[in-house]
C-alpha cells in the first residue's frame, strides 16, 4: 500500500492506494480542493460563499454544488430547520467565524429560514449551480462538506484508475477495495481511548464530535439552528453510509434529531453517544461498542 | 447453553406494547381494544418478578438473553418480537429488538425500539487496539487551535 498526505480545509489528509499515486494526478487532487476551498469555504475572504453572503444575489458554484444542497435541503426538512446551512452566522454570533474570534458577539441567535432565504438551479449545460439568496447570510457547508471533499477525491482517483483507495480526512473517510479496513471510534472525552471498533470496506464512515472545537463553557461548533445554540444532549456520532457526503451530513444531523426520522429517507448506520456516556446504535452496529 | 428467562422478557415486550400504543394514539389510529396486549396474562407476574430482582442484583445469572413475545396493534394483525438482552453483574447492559414488521405502519413503529442502548460506553486505550484508523475529531485546525490558545493565554494572563 501506497500513501500520501497534506493538509487542506483545516485537516490533515491521507490517501492510500494500491500503487503510488504520480506527480500530476496528486496535483488534480490539490487543485480539485482548492477549487472545493474556493467555492464553499465561509473561511475565505475570497470564496464565492463569502462573497455571497456579504451581500445576497447570486453565486455561480461548482456541478457539485448540487448534489450537496439537495442533501441539505433533505436535512432541513427532516430536521424541521434545526439543521440549516445558514446556522454560519448563528456559528459566527457565538465567536466561530474567520480568524477565530471565538468571543461571542452577543446572545444565540437564529439562522434565517433555509426555504425562504435561499434558492438554487442547476445549469445543465455548463454544469455549474446557481445559488441565490435574497438576503444577506452566511452559507456554512459544514455539517457535509468535508465529506462532499472526500468523495469527491476518493472518484478522481479511482477515475484515473486507482485501485482499493481509502481517502481519510480526520473524522471523515471512504474506502475501497478487497481488504476491509479496521477503524476504532475515538472516544469523545480521551483522544487516547477508543469506545468501539468496526470493520469498513466499500463505503463511507464520517464521526462528528462537539467537544472537540469547544471555545468556552457550552460553546461548540455543532448548533441547532432553529435556536443558534450548541447542541448538548449529543457528544459524538459516527456514521456508515455508502457516500461520505450523506455520511457526514447525517453525522451532523443526529446531534440534532432522531435516527428514524432519518431513516425514512436516507439508508445508514450509525452510533450515537450522549453527553451522560450512554449510546444508541442500530442493529447493524451492535458489537461495535466494547462491553 | 444460554440461561433462559421468559418472564422478565415479557415484561420488556408488554412495555413496547404500550409504548407502540401511544405511537398510534398520537396519529389518531388507536380504539379501545388496542391497548390490551396478546401477552397481558403473563406480564403481570411478570412485572413483579422484574421489580424484585431490580431491587436485588444476582436473581439472573450474567449472559445473553432472548425471547419472543407478542401483541396486537390497531391494525388487528398479530405482531411478533424478539428481545435479545445482555446482562451482566445484574444490570441490563444491551437490549435488541428485532420486529417481525408485519404491517408497514407497525414496521415503522417498530423501528423506532429496535436500535440498541447501552448503558454507558466503555473506553479502551487505542494502543491496545489493533486498528488501521481512527475515526474521531481530534484533528482540529491549526488556525482554530492557535486561537485558542491565545485567547487561554489572555484569560490567564
Known amino acids: 500500500m501506497e500513501s500520501f498526505s497534506f493538509e487542506a480545509i483545516g485537516t490533515q489528509w491521507h ?30 475572504p475570497d470564496s464565492a460563499v463569502t462573497t455571497l453572503g456579504h451581500s445576497g444575489g447570486t453565486a455561480i458554484l461548482p456541478g457539485y454544488a448540487a448534489p450537496l444542497l439537495d442533501l441539505f435541503d433533505s436535512l432541513e426538512r427532516l430536521t424541521q430547520g434545526r439543521l440549516n446551512p445558514l446556522v454560519g452566522g448563528s456559528l459566527e454570533q457565538l465567536g466561530y467565524g474567520p480568524g477565530y474570534p471565538l468571543r461571542p458577539l452577543g446572545p444565540p441567535a437564529a439562522a434565517p429560514g433555509w426555504t425562504s432565504t435561499v434558492s438554487w438551479q442547476r445549469q445543465e449545460a455548463v454544469e455549474t449551480v446557481a445559488l441565490t439568496l435574497n438576503q444577506p447570510a452566511t452559507v456554512d457547508v459544514g455539517a457535509a462538506g468535508k465529506g462532499q471533499l472526500v468523495d469527491l477525491v476518493w472518484e478522481l482517483l479511482t477515475a484515473r484508475g486507482y485501485a482499493a483507495v481509502v481517502v ?5 473517510m471512504r474506502h475501497s477495495g478487497p481488504e476491509s479496513l479496521r477503524v476504532a471510534l475515538e472516544h469523545p472525552y480521551d483522544p487516547g481511548a477508543a469506545i468501539g471498533v468496526l470493520d469498513l470496506q466499500d463505503g463511507a464512515l464520517c464521526a462528528s464530535a462537539a467537544n472537540r472545537r469547544s471555545w468556552g463553557e457550552g460553546l461548540h461548533h455543532v448548533l441547532d439552528a432553529s435556536t443558534g445554540r450548541p447542541v448538548d444532549a449529543v ?47 442500530s442493529n447493524a452496529m451492535a458489537g461495535v461498542l466494547f462491553s | 447453553m444460554k440461561p433462559q428467562a421468559t418472564k422478565p422478557l415479557l415484561t420488556v415486550v408488554a412495555g413496547l406494547t404500550l409504548l407502540g400504543t401511544a405511537g398510534c394514539g398520537s396519529d389518531g389510529a388507536a380504539d379501545n381494544a388496542a391497548g390490551t396486549p396478546a401477552s397481558s396474562p403473563a406480564s403481570s407476574p411478570a412485572s413483579a418478578a422484574a421489580g424484585t430482582g431490580a431491587e436485588g442484583p444476582g436473581n439472573y445469572a450474567d449472559g445473553e438473553y432472548t425471547g419472543t413475545g407478542s401483541y396486537i396493534p390497531p391494525s388487528n394483525q398479530k405482531e411478533e418480537v424478539t428481545v435479545k438482552m445482555t446482562l451482566s453483574g445484574g444490570t441490563v447492559t444491551a437490549v435488541e429488538v428485532t420486529p417481525s414488521g408485519n404491517n408497514p405502519t407497525s414496521k415503522r413503529y417498530q423501528a423506532e425500539f429496535t436500535d440498541g442502548i447501552q448503558e454507558q460506553v466503555v473506553g479502551k486505550p487505542l494502543d491496545s487496539l489493533d486498528v488501521g484508523k481512527v475515526a474521531g475529531s481530534s484533528l482540529t485546525s491549526q488556525g482554530f487551535n492557535k486561537a485558542l490558545e491565545m485567547i487561554k493565554g489572555e484569560a490567564a494572563g
Do not use: H, K, N
Open chain 1, 235 to 281: 457528544a459524538a456520532t459516527w456514521v456508515l453510509a455508502a457516500d461520505a457526503m450523506t455520511a457526514d451530513g447525517l453525522a451532523t444531523a443526529l446531534f440534532i434529531t432522531d435516527p428514524a426520522l432519518l431513516a425514512a429517507e436516507f439508508s445508514f448506520e450509525y452510533v450515537r453517544m450522549f453527553s451522560d456516556g450512554r449510546a444508541q446504535f
Open chain 1, 168 to 172: 481519510d480526512a480526520g473524522s471523515d
Open chain 1, 15 to 44: 490517501i492510500t492506494t494500491e500503487v503510488p499515486v504520480d506527480t500530476a494526478v496528486r496535483s488534480e487532487v490539490a487543485a480539485l480542493v482548492e477549487q472545493y476551498d474556493a467555492a464553499l469555504s465561509r473561511f475565505r
